[in-house]
């Protein structure tokens, strides 16, 4: 078999957000019951999307809403049979770098599933307050700097 690369780029046209909106239901509708009114949130419009694509298939995704000056992280899911190949990580280090070079957002913050927390620990962000429960599962809160790259003039 020919050896494939996973790309990881915004979603631009209406095919790839579709495509995005697909993962998310497959992987917090039907794998985690999220009720379709809370992941169908309606915020999706004022959004950045990102996605893993591979062979032509949409593998996984994430979505950036940028408030002020805190990019919120949310809605990171990868297909279940794409799972522990370094996929959602992908996703997480093209977000990191593309904030990266705004210089208009000073950090990066998500929602973390509890289970999820030792995977954006490895990505370099910190939990900070309570646990809380969102669509019936166990979050914190996570935060990261953003580190700016530096420019000149
Ligand atoms: N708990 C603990 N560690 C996890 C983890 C989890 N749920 N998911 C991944 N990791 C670890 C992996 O073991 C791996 O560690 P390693 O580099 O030491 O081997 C590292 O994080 C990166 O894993 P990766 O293969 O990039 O993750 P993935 O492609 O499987 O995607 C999720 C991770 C969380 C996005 C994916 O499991 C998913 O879509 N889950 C369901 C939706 C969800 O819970 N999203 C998070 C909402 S906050």
């Known amino acids: 078999m020919t050896p494939t690369r996973v790309a990881y780029r915004y979603a631009e046209t209406d095919q790839e957000h579709k495509a995005c909106f697909f993962v998310r239901r497959r992987v917090f509708i039907d794998g985690q019951n999220v009720p379709e009114d809370l992941e169908i949130d309606g915020l999706d419009d004022a959004a950045l999307h990102v996605l893993a ?15 002020e000056d805190i990019a919120k992280i949310e809605r990171v899911a990868v297909l279940e049979e794409a799972r522990g190949k370094g996929i959602g990580r992908g996703i997480m280090i093209f977000i990191i770098e593309k904030m990266a070079e705004r210089r208009d957002i000073a950090r990066l913050k998500l929602g973390s599933q509890c289970h999820a927390i030792p995977f954006y620990e490895s990505l370099g962000f910190a939990a900070v ?14 935060v990261r700097d953003n580190q700016q790259i530096k420019q000149t003039g």
């Open 53 to 67: 694509e591979e062979n032509g298939n949409i593998l996984g995704t994430a979505r950036i809403r940028i408030l």
């Open 129 to 142: 307050g309570e646990v809380y429960m969102d669509a019936g599962i166990a979050h914190r809160d996570m």
